[in-house]
C-alpha cells in the first residue's frame, strides 16, 4: 500500500459544479497535511495548508479526518481555471513531505 | 521575484555525460530541498539541506547522484554518467524552517531529457 493514495481520476466536472477529492495516508503519526495545485508541466504551487478543525480559503475548502486518515478538498462553484492536478502532501514524523500521486481535474465549460 | 529560482530550465543531455543544476531558494529560507518528478507521479524526495548541512538522502539518490549547498545560501544537484531512466523534472523547493506547519515552495524546475 503507497503512504499516500489519491485517485487519479479525471474528474470531467461541469463549470459551477462543487467537487471534491480525497487524499488518504497511512501513517497515523503524520503531522501536517498541505494541499497543492500542478499544471501541465509546471511546478507544484500550495494551494492551502490543511488543519485540525479544517479551513477554508474562498471557494477551497480542505478537512482534515486523523480517525479515518484522510483529508479531503472541496471546490465549490468550479471555474474553468480550475483544471489542474491536485496533489495532496503528508508531512511525517521525520518532517519529510510525502506525496499522493495527484488528483486531475477537467473542467468543463 | 523572490521566488524560489532553478537553472537551467531544460536540459537535453546525451546517456553517459554530466549534468549540473542550480537552485536558489527564497532568501531567508534555511531548509531546502530536491525532489525528482516523472509524469503521472507525485514529487519523489532525493535530498534535504538545512543551510550548508546535507541532513538526509533518498535511497532513490544512487551515487551518481550528489548534491551541495556550500554557504548555506544556493544548492547544486549533479548527476553523473547520465542514464536514461533520469529524464524527469527536478523541482527544488525551500522552506523557512522544517517543522510541522512550515510549507515548501517550489522553483519552476530542471526538466533532464536523456537521449
Known amino acids: 500500500r503507497k503512504e499516500v493514495e489519491q485517485d487519479p481520476g479525471p474528474f470531467n466536472v461541469p463549470e459551477g459544479a462543487t467537487v471534491a477529492f480525497n487524499c488518504t495516508y497511512s501513517?497515523?503519526?503524520?503531522?501536517?497535511f498541505f494541499w497543492y495545485r500542478q499544471d501541465c508541466r509546471k511546478e507544484p504551487k500550495l494551494l492551502m495548508s490543511v488543519y485540525s478543525s479544517g479551513n477554508e480559503d474562498g471557494r477551497f475548502t480542505a478537512q482534515l479526518n486523523r480517525a479515518s486518515q484522510y483529508i479531503s478538498l472541496l471546490i465549490r462553484d468550479s471555474k474553468l481555471s480550475d483544471s489542474a492536478t491536485y496533489l495532496c502532501?503528508?508531512?511525517?514524523?521525520?518532517?519529510?513531505?510525502?506525496w499522493g500521486a495527484g488528483t486531475k481535474l477537467i473542467i468543463k465549460p | 521575484d523572490t521566488g524560489v529560482s532553478q537553472d537551467p530550465r531544460h536540459k537535453i543531455t546525451k546517456r553517459g555525460q554530466n549534468v549540473t543544476f542550480r537552485c536558489d531558494p527564497i532568501s531567508e529560507h534555511n531548509r531546502l530541498y530536491w525532489y525528482r518528478q516523472t509524469l503521472g507521479q507525485g514529487p519523489e524526495f532525493l535530498t534535504y539541506?538545512?543551510?550548508?548541512?546535507?541532513?538526509?538522502k533518498s535511497r532513490l539518490l544512487s551515487d551518481r547522484f550528489s548534491a551541495e549547498r556550500p554557504k548555506g545560501s544556493f544548492s547544486t544537484l549533479e548527476i553523473q554518467r547520465t542514464e536514461q531512466g533520469d529524464s524527469a523534472m527536478y523541482l527544488c523547493?525551500?522552506?523557512?524552517?522544517?517543522?510541522?506547519?512550515?510549507?515548501?515552495?517550489f522553483g519552476p524546475g530542471t526538466r533532464l531529457t536523456v537521449t
Open positions: 523547493a525551500s522552506s523557512l524552517r522544517g517543522d510541522t506547519s512550515y510549507e515548501q515552495y
Open positions: 502532501a503528508v508531512k511525517d514524523s521525520n518532517y519529510q513531505l510525502i
Open positions: 539541506f538545512q543551510n550548508e548541512a546535507q541532513l538526509e
Open positions: 501513517n497515523s503519526a503524520s503531522q501536517s
